[in-house]
């Protein structure tokens, strides 16, 4: 979210005059040239992030049911917000996609109440 508003991704140049006399390229944010509106599809899949890693955490220390079925489909809603946002910031919440879906893979259900857990 900080990146949308301090890191250039949006620069700007013009050609040098015959006199050899160049004039500097400007850059702006994201924010700059789009306004606050682009908050939304920086900051939601961080919100589906954030709230798909509380539903693992979840589903692993406490084997919550509803939490898995949370985690994945979250995580197919962040795959879809991919391939609908694939031509501009898709293609960089593919990874964390890719990545949650890996972690949601590889958790392990935590005990149930009244079960014993084998920590050995």
Do not use: D, K
Not at 3 to 9: D, G, K, W, Y
Not at 30 to 40: A, H, K, M, S
């Amino acid at each position: 979210m900080v990146a949308a508003f301090v890191l250039p991704a949006y620069s700007s140049s013009t050609a040098s005059a015959p006199s050899g006399i160049s004039v500097p390229s400007a850059s702006a944010t994201l924010v700059q040239v789009n306004g606050l509106g682009v908050l939304v599809p920086v900051g939601l899949p961080a919100l589906i992030a954030a709230v798909t890693w509380f539903a693992l955490h979840r589903w692993c220390s406490r084997g919550s049911r509803p939490s898995s079925y949370l985690a994945w489909s979250l995580i197919w809603l962040l795959i879809a917000f991919c391939l609908v946002e694939i031509a501009s910031i898709g293609m960089f919440v593919v990874p964390v996609a890719a990545l949650l879906a890996g972690a949601a893979w590889l958790t392990p259900s935590g005990a149930q109440p009244g079960r014993a857990v084998n920590r050995a």
